[in-house]
């Protein structure tokens, strides 16, 4: 997308809207637009106030246009309970209207259920697309030649945005800033919201309690929960496998599809940092015994794998790390 031009953005809403479907994106856009992004924020509804989630209203919205500008973007807002918010006369009216204002360089974008409306409207067929994990049946019913994507945070496919609302709305928000309005100010809008930037290989990790997890399949979720809460158990794959009620042979394939990491290597990477957290607060413990309640096999083993992980040895860690400890504890005289 050519940058520097004047958008107009027309967040849709609906009856029952779900207060952060639509409150999460309006504000990233809005701070952009503070920020200095050519862009012209509109909320507009079929009717005057709205109802949402949280049983309070919207007021004072703008009525549906009865045309738009070039380089105009439609976001359509999701709601609270679909199946009977969807069969309103104000989500009717948005439908309507979807068919027929829109122009043919109008791209259209959806929080959560939006999709949905989108689907009615005829957008969706032959193109990529994704919804809340919840809705991704009932998608895939409504618009059957739509390309329904089921672990995406978004997916971006040209003229049609669509992403799986609730807090990704936000993720959404952020991708358009940067199409329009550049990377730099679009990494300005996600410091400001407090938000972890979505990164590339190059840089630094997060902690391996929450790394890998820049991804949205359920099955490989539930497989990094299963180490996390315990990881010095002596995890098989077979026994992951039958957890998640997949073949060991899928698990396989699945894991680092999703989660960027081999199986392996992620439980030693929570290993590790185990065993870091014991080096820095158990300096009692000895290296061999850190190494047991990690579930390394032997303190060979573990020396071996921190080295793949790892800078010096576990030795050199914990004066280090005890080290650090002394600094960060407060002063008796000087308490926090």
């Given at each position: 997308m050519e940058t520097g031009l004047n958008l107009s953005i027309w967040l849709v809403v609906t009856p029952n809207v779900l207060l952060l479907d639509y409150a999460g994106p309006a504000e990233a856009l809005r701070m952009a637009r503070d920020m200095g992004a050519n862009f012209t924020l509109y909320t507009c509804a079929p009717q005057e106030t709205v109802s949402t989630t949280l049983d309070i209203g919207l007021s004072g919205l703008a009525p549906l246009p009865e045309t738009?500008?070039?380089t105009s973007l439609v976001i359509?807002?999701?709601?609270g309970n679909e199946e009977e918010d969807h069969q309103t006369a104000g989500a009717n009216a948005v439908v309507s209207w979807l068919k027929k204002v829109p122009l043919p360089d109008t791209r259209l974008a959806s929080i959560c259920s939006g999709a949905l409306l989108l689907a009615k409207a005829g957008y969706l067929a032959g193109h990529r697309c994704t919804t809340h994990h919840s809705l991704l049946k009932a998608l895939a019913m409504a618009e059957p030649a739509a390309d329904v994507e089921v672990d995406r945070v978004f997916v971006d496919d040209g003229?049609?945005?669509?992403?799986a609302g609730i807090s990704t709305g936000i993720d959404l928000a952020l991708h358009i800033i940067e199409q329009y309005a550049g990377a730099q100010l679009a990494a300005r809008v996600a410091r400001r919201l407090v938000i972890y930037q979505r990164r590339g290989p190059n840089d630094p990790q997060l902690s391996p309690w929450l790394a890998w997890r820049n991804h949205m399949h359920p099955a490989v979720h539930r497989a990094q929960d299963a180490m996390a809460s315990e990881p010095a158990k002596g995890w098989t794959l077979e026994e992951l496998a039958a957890r998640l009620f997949v073949s060991a042979r899928h698990l396989s394939r699945l894991f680092?599809?999703?989660a960027g990491i081999g199986l392996v290597a992620y439980l030693q990477q929570l290993r590790i940092a185990m065993a870091r957290d014991l080096l820095k607060n158990a300096p009692n413990l000895s290296v061999e015994r850190v190494s047991e309640q990690c579930g390394f096999g032997s303190t060979r083993d573990f020396r071996r794998v921190w080295q793949l992980h790892a800078d010096g040895t576990p030795g050199q860690?914990?004066?280090s790390l005890s080290r650090a400890a002394m600094v960060e504890k407060p002063s008796a005289s000087h308490p926090c």
């Amino acid at each position: 997308m050519e940058t520097g031009l004047n958008l107009s953005i027309w967040l849709v809403v609906t009856p029952n809207v779900l207060l952060l479907d639509y409150a999460g994106p309006a504000e990233a856009l809005r701070m952009a637009r503070d920020m200095g992004a050519n862009f012209t924020l509109y909320t507009c509804a079929p009717q005057e106030t709205v109802s949402t989630t949280l049983d309070i209203g919207l007021s004072g919205l703008a009525p549906l246009p009865e045309t738009l500008p070039s380089t105009s973007l439609v976001i359509v807002v999701g709601n609270g309970n679909e199946e009977e918010d969807h069969q309103t006369a104000g989500a009717n009216a948005v439908v309507s209207w979807l068919k027929k204002v829109p122009l043919p360089d109008t791209r259209l974008a959806s929080i959560c259920s939006g999709a949905l409306l989108l689907a009615k409207a005829g957008y969706l067929a032959g193109h990529r697309c994704t919804t809340h994990h919840s809705l991704l049946k009932a998608l895939a019913m409504a618009e059957p030649a739509a390309d329904v994507e089921v672990d995406r945070v978004f997916v971006d496919d040209g003229r049609i945005l669509t992403s799986a609302g609730i807090s990704t709305g936000i993720d959404l928000a952020l991708h358009i800033i940067e199409q329009y309005a550049g990377a730099q100010l679009a990494a300005r809008v996600a410091r400001r919201l407090v938000i972890y930037q979505r990164r590339g290989p190059n840089d630094p990790q997060l902690s391996p309690w929450l790394a890998w997890r820049n991804h949205m399949h359920p099955a490989v979720h539930r497989a990094q929960d299963a180490m996390a809460s315990e990881p010095a158990k002596g995890w098989t794959l077979e026994e992951l496998a039958a957890r998640l009620f997949v073949s060991a042979r899928h698990l396989s394939r699945l894991f680092p599809l999703h989660a960027g990491i081999g199986l392996v290597a992620y439980l030693q990477q929570l290993r590790i940092a185990m065993a870091r957290d014991l080096l820095k607060n158990a300096p009692n413990l000895s290296v061999e015994r850190v190494s047991e309640q990690c579930g390394f096999g032997s303190t060979r083993d573990f020396r071996r794998v921190w080295q793949l992980h790892a800078d010096g040895t576990p030795g050199q860690a914990r004066d280090s790390l005890s080290r650090a400890a002394m600094v960060e504890k407060p002063s008796a005289s000087h308490p926090c």
